[in-house]
């Protein structure tokens, strides 16, 4: 496909604001487009970081248009997969807005962590929201730089289990490439077809005790293109 390679674009990454949310809901919901709530999942899905990123979101669509020439050519897998904007975008979203906040343990045998002793049994939280903003791991990470992922950057390979978004290791969500499959589809579509117009200013809360979220969904105005 006709994409421009992310890393050699040279744009900068833009701070870190509200809008960001746009993107996290696409991937929060993305499974449950087909499997569980689809309104409210496609609700979320049409967020996508308009307001505050346009020139991301740009670029987003003629990687789009370079890989599908029209709304009538069918979806395919090689097709989804090679659109690197927007898999880095919503990425960086989910890196910054993690959906699971936090992933719950219990300790089966007893170890000393910073300075603590943790018995067998205890209870453990591994703060996902907090590991995706780590310096030492990426660079000004309250920024929103979707390109930290394209070579040479690629900040999350550099230490094992830095972006959870989907967890790791034998716990990894079973859903991980499905769920990522799924929301870059539908973002293809709706990007091809739709303009988009945020119409709240609400970011991402918690709910729950584990997953974020925006309570009564995100209202947006789509006028097609
Ligand atoms: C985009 C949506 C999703 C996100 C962000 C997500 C995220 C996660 C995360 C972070 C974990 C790790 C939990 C841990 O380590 O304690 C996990 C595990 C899991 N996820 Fe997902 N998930 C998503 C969608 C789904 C869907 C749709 C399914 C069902 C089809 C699913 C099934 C599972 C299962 C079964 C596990 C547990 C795996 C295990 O413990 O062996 N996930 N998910």
Redesign the pocket.
């Known amino acids: 496909m006709g994409a421009r390679n992310p890393s050699t674009r040279g744009r900068r990454g833009s701070t870190y604001g509200p809008s960001v949310a746009w993107f996290v809901p696409v991937?929060?919901r993305?499974?449950e487009v087909f499997?569980l709530v689809g309104p409210e999942a496609n609700r979320f899905a049409l967020h996508t970081p308009n307001r505050a990123h346009p020139d991301y979101l740009g670029s987003i669509r003629q990687e789009i248009a370079a890989a599908r020439s029209d709304t009538n050519t069918p979806i395919t897998y090689e097709m989804v997969r090679g659109l690197l904007l927007l898999t880095n975008a919503i990425k960086e979203a989910s890196r910054l807005e993690s959906?699971?906040s936090m992933?719950?343990r219990g300790l089966l045998r007893e170890v000393e962590f910073g300075g603590y002793r943790l018995p067998v049994g205890a209870r453990g939280y591994l703060a996902v929201s907090a590991t995706h903003r780590l310096s030492e791991v990426f660079a000004n990470p309250h920024t929103f730089d979707p390109d930290r992922f394209s070579a040479p950057r690629d900040e999350e390979r550099r230490i094992p289990y830095s972006l959870?978004?989907?967890?790791g290791g034998?716990?990894?969500?079973?859903?991980v490439n499905f769920?990522q499959i799924e929301v870059k589809a539908l973002a293809l579509e709706v990007f091809q077809r739709f303009e988009l117009q945020p119409l709240g200013s609400e970011r991402p809360r918690q709910p729950s005790f584990i997953t974020a979220g925006i309570p009564g969904g995100i209202h947006v105005r789509a006028l097609p293109r």
């Open positions: 991937v929060a993305a499974s499997y959906p699971v992933l719950p959870l978004t989907f967890g034998q716990r990894i969500c079973i859903d769920a």
